[in-house]
């Protein structure tokens, strides 16, 4: 079964940059749409970005323009490139397979159980 790991997370000024893995094991990501989801405080998880098995990507208008979501198969991996980071981009992110409508990923998760995630803190 399709199991995810997520890494990178750390504390950033404002306006720095982090990039979170997303590793896969037992299968393949390659044919799955994923995504890139936040915890935050009031324990909901928002989604922040997804891409599509090929290619086709989507962002929260929150985080459009300053993130980057991308995927390497060689590696099974799916990275979310963070840039200008905003103290309200705090909060632990989740990876997690997605719906798909057509071509298109949608940020919601269709997964039932979730890793560790990784804990983004944004603070002077």
């Known amino acids: 079964q399709l199991q995810l790991v997520e890494s990178g997370g750390g504390l950033v000024q404002p306006g720095g940059s982090l990039r979170l893995s997303c590793a896969a094991s037992?299968?393949?990501?390659?044919?799955?749409?994923i995504g890139w989801f936040r915890r935050t405080p009031g324990n909901s998880r928002d989604g922040v970005s997804c891409?599509?098995?090929?290619?086709?990507?989507d962002y929260a208008d929150s985080v459009k323009g300053r993130f980057t979501i991308s995927r390497d198969n060689g590696k099974n991996t799916v990275y979310l490139q963070m840039n200008s980071l905003k103290p309200e981009d705090t909060g632990v992110y989740y990876c997690?397979?997605?719906?798909?409508?057509?071509?298109?990923?949608?940020?919601?998760?269709?997964?039932?159980?979730w890793g560790q995630g990784t804990q983004v803190t944004v603070s002077s």
């Open positions: 037992g299968s393949t990501l390659a044919a799955h749409s």
């Open positions: 891409i599509a098995d090929n290619g086709n990507t």
């Open positions: 997690a397979v997605t719906m798909r409508r057509y071509h298109n990923c949608i940020m919601t998760p269709i997964q039932d159980s």
